[in-house]
């Protein structure tokens, strides 16, 4: 069964754009074209806005509300950062609020480094941080099942537990190879520069992930403060 993927959100009924096998509008890693008398732009902080008659009139008697929806031109901010290509497929990248300000005036948007980070096999969770920082860092869940099949091919002790794993110098060094080959993908001000492994798998229950698995950021940060605070040398 052929599945395209589009974009959308109720206040704008609810779709903007998506993927159509027909006429070569259909591209993996996009949500699609956007469709006919829809205008969508790009903001200067990548934030995607949209204009049309599928764009709601407003909140019912949340006038303050609407009006921190809607620009004064009727553009509705979607509250998602995106980029158009050259052929006009629109690409969610993040979501606005967990974007993040380095120190140095720098913006960071976290989903997109996770998600490339995530392609590695050693990496099973990355929560990506750095707001108010001098640079953005990692707290890293290694993938601990292949970390063991790794060492076992390898030949290498890297000890019995999660802790040993997360504390082993071998497993650190090849998790540090594996952050400087995909911190080629991005900017300087992006690349993470420091990181540190987490002992335990991230979960629901231990209070790491949502019911439909995304990162609760604030949660992780204080589970870990004391390796948040080891990276960014506030021991």
Not at 56 to 73: D, F, H, Q, R, S
Not at 139 to 148: D, T, V
Not at 221 to 234: T, W
């Amino acid at each position: 069964i052929p599945v395209m993927e589009g974009y959308g959100l109720t206040e704008t009924s609810p779709v903007i754009s998506v993927n159509d096998m027909r006429n070569g509008g259909f591209r993996i890693g996009t949500v699609g074209k956007v469709l006919e008398g829809i205008d969508v732009k790009i903001a200067e902080d990548g934030e995607i806005l949209c204009k049309g008659p599928n764009v709601m009139i407003g909140y019912y008697k949340e006038v303050e509300k609407t009006n921190e929806a809607l620009t004064p031109e009727g553009y509705f901010h979607t509250g998602d950062i995106g980029e158009i290509d050259k052929d006009g497929f629109l690409k969610i990248t993040d979501r606005k609020k967990e974007m993040f300000k380095t120190s140095g005036g720098k913006y960071v948007a976290p989903q997109v480094l996770e998600n490339m980070f995530k392609q590695s096999r050693f990496i099973e969770q990355i929560m990506v941080i750095g707001d108010g920082e001098k640079m953005p860092a990692a707290l890293i869940q290694p993938n601990f099942e292949f970390l063991k099949e790794w060492a076992t091919r390898k030949n290498i002790n890297i000890g019995n537990t999660n802790e040993d794993m997360a504390t082993n110098v071998a497993v650190i060094e090849r998790i540090q190879k594996e952050v400087d080959a995909v911190n080629e993908n991005f900017g300087n001000w992006e690349k993470i520069k420091r990181f540190e492994l987490t002992p335990n798998s991230w979960s629901i229950d231990a209070g790491h992930l949502t019911p439909t698995m995304k990162l609760k950021r604030k949660n992780i940060k204080e589970i870990y403060i004391d390796l948040y605070n080891k990276i960014y040398e506030k021991l």
